[in-house]
């Protein structure tokens, strides 16, 4: 489940969207004007956290992009266990 879950662009493309795999909406994060002080990345509220609810081994972790160019897609990221 999310322990804290990101922004999203709107109802189409919830968070949740991610725990199915190969599905159409994925998610989505707001838009923001191009020009601001976020454009093109850098956005601090563009995170998530996952609660495995226990502990328990992860042999793989995939992240799909969306095939839309150079918009909506993930050019950096960062994943730490605690």
Do not use: H
């Amino acid at each position: 489940s999310f322990a804290r879950s990101p922004p999203i662009y709107n109802g189409s493309y919830q968070e949740t969207n991610m725990q199915v795999p190969c599905e159409g909406f994925g998610w989505l994060g707001p838009d923001r004007l191009q020009g601001g002080q976020y454009a093109e990345g850098g956005e601090p509220e563009f995170y998530f956290i996952l609660d495995l609810g226990s502990s328990i081994a992860i042999d793989r972790l995939r992240v799909r992009n969306r095939s839309w160019g150079n918009a909506y897609c993930t050019k950096d990221y960062e994943v730490s266990v605690s």
